[in-house]
């Protein structure tokens, strides 16, 4: 077997199924390092960003919003998508207000995370949030949520017992709480 092709996959034909406003939709043809060709659909995705905003009282906010394709409101972190050619820096930052009416002083960069690797090429990049100052929000159209506060302890517990579910909010909340030496 050749070395360089050990874990990779080659694009033989990519055809777009799908165009959206948030999303494409690609149906590709792969060769695998056997020798092999397998078909692969990729989501293709600008990706997005999630902001952490931790008080002085090591409170975190965090909004409360309907998800669709859960039929439920659930709990996350402020967070949005990226816009073509956006830096990540400002879109969290502008996610940040828009959602929660916070600014901040102290901007810390987290990493990035993939959500759903096997068939979305999103990336998250993730960010800590402190030296909150306080204004409005300003949501877009049709954005509908709840500002709610949690102790970081608390909310630590709630992702360990499944009361949060989604998966960028778990992440952070965990990094920031090892971060802070919780």
Sequence with gaps: MNNNMHLEEKTLESRKVYEGPIFTVNHDTVKLENGNH????????HGGVCVIPVTEDNEIYMVRQ?????RTAILEIPAGKLEPGEEHSVCGRRELLEETGCTCSEYIYLGEMYPTPAYNSEITHMYLAKGLSYSRQHLDDGEFLD??????DKAVEMVMNGEIKDGKTQIVILKTARLMGL
Excluded: K
Excluded at 38 to 45: E, K, M, T
Excluded at 66 to 70: D, E, G, K, Q, S
């Design 66 to 70: 309907f998800r669709y394709p859960f």
């Design 147 to 152: 500002v709610v506060t949690f102790p970081i």
């Design 38 to 45: 397998a078909v692969r659909d990729v989501l293709v995705h």
